[in-house]
């Protein structure tokens, strides 16, 4: 039998999640998490056969957004209410402030390097602008760049040589040269989009960025030269992000704002994220 590719299929129940569903990330097992879900405040564990429970319920009036895992095997959360990145102990399931800084608008989404380094979004929506910040191992916190348009998705590419961060107002995705100690320069634009806007954006073994058009309802997949490929067609119109997972890495989970759930569509190639759990 030949597998249909880049079709997408509802894999949660419809307002499971709230609204506010984000994050996602695929463990090492193959269990999705992402935030949101029957409430705010918590996190969501998915099973690869699409059964939903709650993880952890966030401390303090924290709501998360993004979502990745270290080498080390602990979930780090973007904390946009209390600005912090949250640790979670995936065994104990507590939970610790791993960084935190006041300045930051709201940390968004995060990507993540195989040396740890964590980049993360900061948009200010009112303002319809943002930075990009670095958080490095031991929860130091450093501006890498002021005075953007709204930042919201990024990601390391699989050669960790560049730093890719989309601006959801502005319809942009750019690229920026990254060191091996997390410094970035000689911004270049990769592609801009004449209509709708974007939110998360993931990364496959090849460089090919996966980047969801909200309102649209699709994801584009656009090749590191900055061509779009193709686009997949979901049910839902305000797809927030994506994250690869699936036994070979090439099942891509989409979450929804809109339904309130997840679909799923299979990928030629495995994901970024899947690649980092196979080298240890």
């Known amino acids: 039998m030949i597998e249909e590719l880049f079709i997408s299929h509802i894999f949660t129940e419809r307002d499971g999640f709230t609204s506010g569903i984000e ?26 056969v699409g059964k939903c429970s709650v993880f952890v319920e966030l401390p303090d009036g924290s709501i998360g957004n993004g979502i990745r895992f270290n080498s080390a095997g602990f979930m780090l959360i973007a904390d946009y209410t209390n600005h912090n990145i949250l640790k979670v102990d995936m065994g104990t399931q507590d939970i610790n402030i791993y960084a935190h800084e006041p300045t930051m608008n709201q940390p968004n989404d995060i990507a993540i390097g195989s040396n740890d380094i964590v980049y993360a979004s900061d948009p200010n929506w009112a303002e319809s602008t943002g930075q990009i910040w670095r958080i490095d191992t031991d929860g130091a916190v450093t ?76 994801i584009a997949k656009i090749s590191p030269q900055g061509e779009v490929l193709l686009e997949v067609e979901l049910a839902g119109k305000q797809c927030t992000n994506l994250a690869f997972g699936g036994p070979d890495g090439r099942t891509c989970y989409v ?21 980092l759990f196979q080298r240890g």
Not at 188 to 210: A, K, S
Request: with cysteine.
């Open 255 to 275: 979450t929804l704002a809109d339904r309130g759930n997840i679909e799923y569509f299979r990928t030629d190639l495995p994901g970024r994220s899947w690649q």
């Open 23 to 48: 994050g996602p990330a695929c463990d090492a097992d193959g269990n999705l998490y992402a935030v949101n879900y029957a409430c705010q405040h918590t996190v969501g564990k998915v099973t690869p």
């Open 143 to 218: 501006l890498l760049e002021a005075d953007m348009g709204t930042t919201n998705g990024i990601e390391v590419s699989p050669d960790e040589r560049t730093l890719y961060v989309n601006e959801s107002v502005q319809r942009n995705i750019w690229a920026y040269e990254l060191s091996a100690r997390g410094e970035v320069r000689d911004k270049r634009l990769l592609i801009q989009f004449p209509d709708f806007g974007f939110d998360g954006m993931r990364c496959d073994v090849e460089g090919n960025l996966y980047v969801t058009r909200h309102g649209k309802g699709t």
